[in-house]
């Protein structure tokens, strides 16, 4: 009997059911999956000692970034093999772009921004 259900159509539809339904479940659970693993990689980002304050791109793989590291501030440069620290710096001399730190936008804001984009000619 299960032989003549699997060879009717309405066997196949009921493994094509089946079938969504799994690939649904496994979907959520990736999704799930994800966000879980992002908020724990943020919160173990933002609670250590190390932060970086801004990157600047130099070159093709080649990068100044502003880190603080406990109290102090240092500017490093990045190569492909190396990190190389260039100075320290006064954290009174240092300005931020505020309209510039993505801490606080969500995916909405960004996505209005992109459809708002033109061109400029």
Not at 22 to 31: K, N, P, R, S
Not at 45 to 55: D, F, H, Q, W, Y
Request: hydrophobic content about 45%; charged content about 20%; proline content about 0%.
């Amino acid at each position: 009997m299960l032989l003549a259900l699997n060879n009717s159509s309405a066997g196949s539809f009921v493994q094509f059911l089946t079938v969504f339904v799994l690939f649904i479940v496994v979907l959520l659970m990736c999704a799930f999956t994800t966000k879980f693993v992002a908020g724990y990689q943020k919160t173990k980002m933002m609670s250590g000692n190390i932060k970086v304050l801004e990157t600047f791109k130099i070159a093709n793989n080649k990068y100044i970034q502003i880190v603080r590291i406990g109290d102090k501030t240092f500017a490093v440069g990045i190569g492909k093999d190396n990190v190389t620290m260039l100075c320290e710096l006064n954290d009174e001399n240092l300005t931020f772009d505020e309209s510039q730190n993505s801490e606080g936008l969500d995916f909405k804001s960004m996505l209005e921004n992109a459809k708002n984009f033109k061109l400029k000619k």
